[in-house]
């Protein structure tokens, strides 16, 4: 295993996503001034088998070699190198699971640089500024992960916050692209509710209440949880599985009826 090789890797392809993010969103971006990436990059023990940027400071787990040295004793890993989660077509809406990551991670017989690399654009727009955390705003980054990926030909997996990824995409159908953009690189609520105010109070109130529905469900049925070990990835998939944001789509289609939006 050798861990400084794969953080030289990284570090080359973040320096890639970066300028294509800094291209894309020139106004919202929010990168430390000097910032050296071989001091900010960290492969250790984190207690999760999933990468995080925290502080500004990427986190990938050991736990990843881990899981996937047990995935590789299990006849038939890799029997697919080729195999892919979605087509140009369905990259950023379909019916993807956490199940189908795990999947594809056997069936490609993904090595730990391949599993960073494939979730790597997702956490580099957090780098960049675009907000996470609780529900909704993990959905609008994917949402934005998904959408670059497509634009610029680059990798994702397509399985990240696959639920609240699709909220992320009806609200991007109600407000617009542009409003979500600032939504997802906003700092604060205030900054939040300044760019809503701006379509309507009852905008403000509406994502306000939906974004707290949201949370409840997703941290008392899952993210409160750690998904540590080669087990990690089934517990967390059986976790996430739990999740209903059925009172989630209740309040979107009622805004839609009193705002006349058709679905």
Do not use: W
């Amino acid at each position: 295993m050798n861990t400084d090789s794969i953080k030289n890797n990284l570090i080359c392809e973040i320096e890639k996503l970066v300028e294509i993010i800094k291209k894309e969103y020139p106004n919202l971006v929010d990168i430390p001034h000097n910032y050296d990436l071989r001091e900010r990059v960290h492969i250790e023990e984190t207690g999760t088998i999933s990468l995080f940027v925290r502080n500004k400071n990427f986190y990938f787990p050991l736990d990843a070699f881990k899981v996937l040295k047990a995935f590789k004793k299990i006849p038939g890993f890799g029997m697919m190198k080729n195999h892919k989660t979605c087509t140009e077509e369905n990259m950023i809406i379909n019916n993807n699971t956490y199940i189908t990551y795990i999947k594809h991670a056997f069936l490609k017989g993904l090595t730990p640089e391949e599993y960073f690399k494939e979730i790597l654009l997702h956490e580099t727009l957090h780098f960049c500024g675009s907000g996470g955390g609780n529900a909704l705003r993990e959905g609008i980054n994917e949402l934005k992960t998904r959408q670059l990926a497509k634009k610029y030909g680059l990798l994702t997996s397509s399985c990240g916050y696959p639920k609240e990824t699709k909220i992320a995409y009806e609200l991007e159908e109600i407000f617009g692209e542009d409003i979500i953009n600032r939504i997802s690189f906003s700092k604060s609520q205030r900054e939040i509710k300044e760019i809503l105010d701006s379509v309507s109070p009852e905008a403000t109130s509406f994502f306000m209440d939906l974004e707290k529905t949201m949370e409840k469900e997703f941290h008392n049925k899952y993210m409160k949880y750690k998904f540590p070990g080669a087990t990690g990835p089934f517990k967390k998939t059986k976790k996430y599985n739990t999740i209903d944001y059925t009172e989630a789509y209740a309040m979107i289609d009622e805004y839609k009826r009193n705002h006349k939006i058709s679905k």
